[in-house]
């Protein structure tokens, strides 16, 4: 009755978190963007619900804070200046019950510390990600560009052609996709980030270093072939170019190649856990006193194409989680800034789940905003953690949990492994009902690989009832709870948790097939 417990693992998606009241961390700035330190809870005014809580938060919730530098897109000597301002600002900000994390993103996710405020292992961490070689994406513009003029020259130097400007076209339109994949790939790093932030409960801080996500991949180069158009209709680049040069919309074309609701997405994601997002881009070609706060559109003119577009993203996933986008500024002020931020915020409890983020407003003062301080849910909280530690090894394990794999069998592309999880029957909680004992514990499973990619989590409640007697018995014993796990293509790990339903006690492990 102590032994093994079978199941078959029955695909039920990611457990949501699911929250009473809503409480959020809201900073306040004057025109001139200073924050305001000094109000009180009727200086507040929260649309269609009550303040039920109110609190000047400085110094009293701990803060995680995760620091993500972009290897693709920025310049080593760009990411060394970040690191070395992020070096400072740790050193000046961090206080003892806060957090860090430093990743790199390029072609994979790479977590180059774990959650600590260990000095020497965030000091490592830093010193690997100013020397982390640069990686280069398929999407190149100045590269673009000059395929587009060799092109434009071939075309007019060619007798009796068959391209036309519909080989431009085409052209950029293998650029756009190319840029697409890539800033896909980007948002998909970035939306695993999010995953690796154990709870709500705490200032939850995301930083993203580089050079930009556009909203429109290859949109600035839609916008250059559109000048090369007007030049084409007027004849000034041959007879060949023209054709086709008045029925094309390179504009239009450009529509195809839109990333607004997958950033959007994103920003959502990371708003619903509670974590606001701030982005650096230290070498945009614009202003050097620029600082994007609440913008949440761009309209410059068509020179300015290729800064927009680059910005754009930053600035979208910025605005929708009440963090700010700092371009064109030295990473040291950003950071200045960012530390403002945390050391000067309210916390807010309203009665019930804010639907509007712009339900709360300061007469006379902008407002920013982010969900924090609630506690999530045990499914929520064992949930997150599942999917984070295919990147991060658990670091806590109070059930004492164990897994053994055995060898895959194929079934087609995919793999099937026999798992057992096998807990110590001493580390459960039961209740007394008689002659009898019972308990329960739910078992989470993702199955992933080192790279940060995971499937949904799955979970399965095993009820227990057994003579006491049996219990006083067990001793040392462990129960095993048996599970086939099928691993898509491509899937190298399965990570699992396991909550005691009755001391809400867990349990981490994860293993490599």
Known sequence: MLGKIGALLIAIGVVCPAFGDETLSVVVTDSKGNRVRSLARTDFQVSKTDIVAFNNATGAIPRRIAIVLDTTTITLPARVAIVEATRDFLAKSLRPDDRVLILTAGQSLTPLSEWTADKTKIETALQRASTAASQTMAGDRAQAERRIQELITNIQQTRNTFESFDTLLNAVRNYAAAVYR?????????????????????????????????????????????????????????????????????????????LTQMLRDFAGEAWNKGIAIYTIDPEMADSASTMVEAQRTIDRAASFATTANRSAGYQLIADE????????????????????????????????????????????????????????????????RVIAHHLLKPDTNDLGITLQAATPVAEGEKRRVALKVMIPIKNLKFVQEGSEVTGAFSVYIATGDQLGHASSVTKQTKQLRWPAAA???????????????????????????????????????????
Do not use: H, W
């Open 182 to 258: 890539d800033t896909r790939q980007s948002i998909c790093l970035l939306a695993t980030v999010t995953d690796l932030f154990p709870s709500r409960a705490t200032r939850n801080v995301l930083i993203i270093g580089g050079a930009g996500l556009p909203v429109r991949p290859g949109g600035d180069m839609f916008q250059y072939l559109d000048t090369v158009k007007a030049q084409a209709e007027q004849g000034l680049l041959g007879a060949a170019l023209r054709q086709g040069a008045a029925r094309s919309s390179p504009m239009s074309d450009a529509n195809a190649f839109d």
């Open 321 to 384: 989680t009440g963090g700010l986008s700092f371009l064109a500024r030295k990473p040291s002020e950003a950071l200045s800034e960012i530390t403002s931020d945390l050391d000067a915020f309210y916390s807010i409890g309203i009665a019930s789940t804010l639907t509007n983020k712009q339900s709360v407003q300061v007469k006379g003062y902008r407002v920013r905003l982010t969900p924090g301080g609630a506690q999530p849910t045990a499914d929520a909280e064992v949930s997150s």
């Open 471 to 513: 219990l006083q018995a067990a001793g040392d014993r462990q129960l095993t709870f048996a599970v086939d796990v099928v691993l898509e293509p491509g899937r190298t790990q399965i990570s699992v948790g396991v909550l005691d339903d009755r001391s809400k006690a867990t349990g981490y492990d994860r293993v490599s097939i």
